[in-house]
Nanobody
Framework: QVQLVESGGGSVQAGGSLRLSCAAS????????MGWFRQAPGKEREGVAV????????YYADSVKGRFTISQDNAKNTIYLQMNSLQPEDTAIYYC??????????????????????WGQGTQVTVSS
């Protein structure tokens, strides 16, 4: 049984930082792309960053480029999202995703949430001004 468990959310003031973690268990697949999505109240779920696990390719949404960094620890089956210079518009529930139907991610533009088969429960990030 695949499980993705997120942690690290919380409340910070604008300009602050948080690091999210996503620990994967029961997940063995040739699909290597994993990533982070977020959903704010009243808005659709949007892709934030993806990484090809075991490789080096990472891709980001334009809104977070230069502020967020996605990384991996293969030994721990965990991916991370380091979020710096947080702004109120980053407030959302952040979800970890795995099981990308197309295997490897090639850009952020083509990544859509329905293409991922596994999701974590989400972790709340709140940024106050």
């Amino acid at each position: 049984q695949v499980q993705l468990v997120e942690s690290g959310g919380g409340s910070v003031q604008a300009g602050g930082s948080l690091r999210l973690s996503c620990a994967a268990s029961g997940y063995t697949s040739t699909s290597s792309c994993m990533g982070w999505f977020r959903q704010a109240p009243g808005k659709e779920r949007e892709g934030v960053a993806v990484i090809n696990v075991g490789g080096f390719a990472t891709y980001y949404a334009d809104s977070v480029k230069g502020r967020f960094t996605i990384s991996q620890d293969n030994a721990k089956n965990t991916i991370y999202l380091q979020m710096n210079s947080l702004q109120p518009e980053d407030t959302a529930i952040y979800y970890c995703a795995a099981g990308y139907r197309w295997g490897v991610c090639w850009s952020m533009t083509d990544v859509e949430s329905p293409d991922f088969g596994y999701w974590g429960q989400g972790t709340q990030v709140t940024v106050s001004s």
